[in-house]
């Protein structure tokens, strides 16, 4: 009896290798490099083929291209802050525009990073135009200006201000008027607090509400947009928006904008690598300002804003708008 048992045990084992052998040989081996590996400085790619590393992360280049060709165009207008025409595809309605693609694209690239895809559209360069972006309708969006002129407007629950508020503060996004700006009905009767046209992203050193293109030599580690949020919104608010921010792993902002940076080449457009590593250095490097403040508020530094006599203006006018709202909470 104990023969029979060891010869039956010896029997499954051999077919347990058997199958684990024939599994492996299933399965191909991957030669799959770490973020670590091909970004060993963080600012510069040394793994060959852009694609073949952004293939394994899971990022498809074509998804980021569409062909106007393809689009039935509905409408020669819409509304915004920029002039272009309406195209429906098989599953989406597009808005095509002529745009500074270098701050469109990675600028809603990276907003939908913070903010996620359910308040930022996705865009996508189009491929039969040059310097045209086409960029998603979002669902159920209306532009503050078309909310404005409804009475029930101001009855609503806002949410999400604080948040996106500070995602533009980060991104230097500037053009913040009513035709930009805008708001997503959600089923709980509030409105969520959305943007679209990422043309005047990274113009970090530009007075508020003021259009404005990037500039490498700007200076990145100015903060007065985030100091004026500061002073509009309540202090939990931003400090969670902050956090928000500041929780992104530096890797997924410099593989977002490689990506971008990919796309162009793809696309044929003459933009640097290095201009897009330098871009992502200084958004880290903003990033870590960010988390000082978010550690101790009080380490703000007021001295850009007294050199500014405008912008110093318009921060002393928010302040008291809120000290004049505290005291009505209180009253209340």
């Known amino acids: 009896m104990r023969l029979r048992k060891t010869i039956r045990l010896s029997f499954l084992l051999s077919i347990c290798k058997c199958v684990s052998i024939f599994l492996l040989l299933l399965v191909p081996h991957c030669n799959c490099a770490t973020f670590n590996e091909c970004f060993p400085e963080k600012y510069n790619f040394i793994c060959g083929n852009p694609n073949d590393f952004l293939h394994q992360t899971g990022i498809t280049l074509e998804n980021n291209i569409i062909d106007r060709a393809r689009l039935q165009l509905l409408d020669r207008k819409f509304n915004g802050g920029s002039s272009g025409g309406i195209y429906q595809g098989n599953h989406n309605t597009y808005f095509i525009k002529q745009s500074n693609v270098f701050t469109e694209f990675i600028g809603s690239k990276l907003m939908s990073l913070i903010m996620g895809k359910k308040c930022t559209p996705v865009v996508k360069l189009v491929r039969d135009q040059i310097d045209c972006i086409a960029s998603t309708k979002l669902e159920k969006f209306k532009t503050r200006k078309e909310l404005e002129s409804k009475k029930r407007f101001k009855r609503q629950k806002l949410v999400g201000e604080a948040d996106i508020t500070v995602a533009m503060d980060f991104l230097g996004i500037v053009d913040r008027h009513s035709k930009n700006m805008g708001y997503i009905k959600l089923r709980s009767k509030k409105l969520l607090a959305a943007r679209v046209d990422f043309d005047a992203s990274f113009a970090f050193e530009i007075r508020p509400r003021a259009n404005a293109h990037y500039q490498e030599t700007s200076n990145h580690m100015n903060l007065n947009l985030l100091y004026l949020s500061m002073q509009t919104y309540p202090e939990h608010e931003v400090r969670k928006a902050i956090k928000n921010i500041t929780d992104i792993p530096d890797e997924k902002i410099v593989t977002t904008i490689f990506e971008c940076w990919a796309t162009f080449s793809q696309m044929g457009y003459a933009i640097s690598s ?18 000082a403040i978010l550690n101790d508020p009080n380490a703000v530094n007021y001295l850009s804003l007294q050199e500014d006599p405008v912008f110093n203006k318009v921060f002393k006018e928010l302040k008291k708008s809120k000290q004049k709202s505290r005291k009505r909470r209180r009253y209340n």
């Open 274 to 291: 290095e201009s897009c590593f330098n871009l992502a250095r200084k958004l880290i490097e903003r990033k870590s300002a960010f988390n």
